[in-house]
């Protein structure tokens, strides 16, 4: 996974020990993130409809 910034790499075992200690936020995160996907997936049904 890369972040905003190209310079900084995130490896798997940091991002577990971070949801580990950050549940509440991963928690939020994956939430938007489903949100957002919803909401991408309803927008090309929509063009693809149009």
Do not use: C, D, F, Q
Not at 25 to 39: E, W
Request: no cysteine.
């Amino acid at each position: 996974m890369v972040s905003a910034e190209p310079h900084v790499y995130i490896t798997v075992p940091s991002a577990r020990i971070w949801i580990r200690n950050n549940r509440g936020k991963a928690v939020a995160l994956a939430l938007v993130g489903a949100v957002l996907a919803v909401l991408v997936v309803l927008a090309a049904v929509l063009v693809l409809a149009a």
